[in-house]
Nanobody
């Protein structure tokens, strides 16, 4: 298994920035890709961005140009830099890790609130 702990959420004004972190521990060598997802009240969980072991990235259309996913393998940590935040970005943000055998693990989530 792998354990995932998100941090960095909080309250930010529209137009502001936040950087989320996801620290991974456990069977890191089994992980093929990691990602960020989010879920707003009353909505389904949706993709934000993913990154593979080869550093190939993929973003949801509404996040392209504003969000950047990255990873530091030495620290077993993944990041999500969020710029130009909008009120509609308010959600709980979840970190996820996918094993080569397709098992998926989730963190507990971190709240991001964009409001003036």
């Amino acid at each position: 298994q792998v354990q995932l702990v998100e941090s960095g959420g909080g309250l930010v004004q529209p137009g502001g920035s936040l950087r989320l972190s996801c620290a991974a521990s456990g069977s890191i060598f089994r992980v093929s890709a990691m990602g960020w997802y989010r879920q707003a009240p009353g909505n389904e969980r949706e993709l934000v961005a993913t990154i593979t072991n080869g550093d190939n990235t993929n973003y949801a259309d509404s996040m392209k140009g504003r969000f950047t996913i990255s990873r530091d393998n030495a620290k077993n940590t993944m990041y999500l830099q969020m710029n130009s935040l909008k009120p509609e970005d308010t959600a709980v943000y979840y970190c996820n890790a996918k094993f080569y055998d397709s098992r998926v693990f989730w963190g507990q989530g971190t709240q991001v609130t964009v409001s003036s």
